[in-house]
């Protein structure tokens, strides 16, 4: 009676101070547990570098829906933000669907932090540090000296190369180089459809001619060569 009283009592106590202090479980449910997760507990950072609003905004969205781990807190640091989360599995696996999403390089690393009494498991704690790619679908890049045109961006980088229009995938470990776009006129179009080079202003053929239905057009200008952008 004694114990189930004092029991009783401890449950009434953390159930008071939880609502008083605006923690509430999901399914309206209260613990002990929960309470130490919202004030710091976490098995996994998430580090995000560079910052990017439509990432940061996901990856709150998808921790706000899910069960299976909470947000401990995030940190604002000088080349992105930082997310320390509650479960290293749910953030491991966070992780894999940003690059599947977003595009970008995953790399783990974790290391023992202790062992569970209740669960009789090991637990870890793990850094995931997730690289945004510097370029968004629709950039231009040259590589494998091809001009190519990004079209989707997830586990591969697709785009389609502005001489042929033929797909291809992009392999950064070849390197590539973010060419800058511009806008400029036609200048010409028989028998050769030329531009004003944005560069020297001089009227110069265009490495991938077609039919324009406007005056003004955006090129790409790579070694020494200007190209039109679709």
């Not at 580090?47 to 998808?62: D, N, T, Y």
Request: with cysteine.
């Amino acid at each position: 009676k004694t114990l189930l009283s004092s029991h009783m009592k401890c449950h009434t106590f953390f159930r008071i101070f939880f609502i008083n202090n605006g923690f509430q479980e999901r399914n309206k449910k209260l613990s002990v547990f929960s309470f130490f997760m919202n004030i710091g507990y976490y098995e996994a950072i998430i580090q995000v570098r560079p910052r990017k609003s439509e990432i940061e905004k996901f990856i709150e969205s998808s921790l706000k829906d899910t069960h299976k781990a909470d947000l401990s807190k995030k940190k604002r640091t000088k080349g992105g933000i930082d997310y320390y989360i509650s479960s290293w599995k749910y953030a491991s696996a966070l992780g894999n669907l940003l690059v599947k999403r977003f595009g970008g390089k995953l790399t783990l690393s974790k290391k023992i932090f202790g062992k569970s009494k209740k669960k009789g498991r090991v637990v870890y704690r793990a850094s995931i540090l997730y690289r945004i790619f510097p370029f968004n679908k629709g950039d231009i890049l040259a590589c494998d000296e091809k001009v190519v045109s990004i079209t989707s961006i997830g586990k591969k980088i697709v785009g389609k190369n502005l001489m042929n229009g033929k797909k291809r995938t992009v392999d950064q470990k070849k390197g590539y180089e973010i060419l800058e776009k511009n806008k400029t006129v036609i200048s010409k179009t028989h028998p050769n459809l030329e531009v004003i080079n944005p560069e020297d202003y001089q009227s110069v053929s265009v490495q991938n001619p077609r039919k324009v239905l406007s005056n003004k057009v955006e090129v790409v200008i790579y070694k020494g060569k200007v190209y039109l952008i679709d």
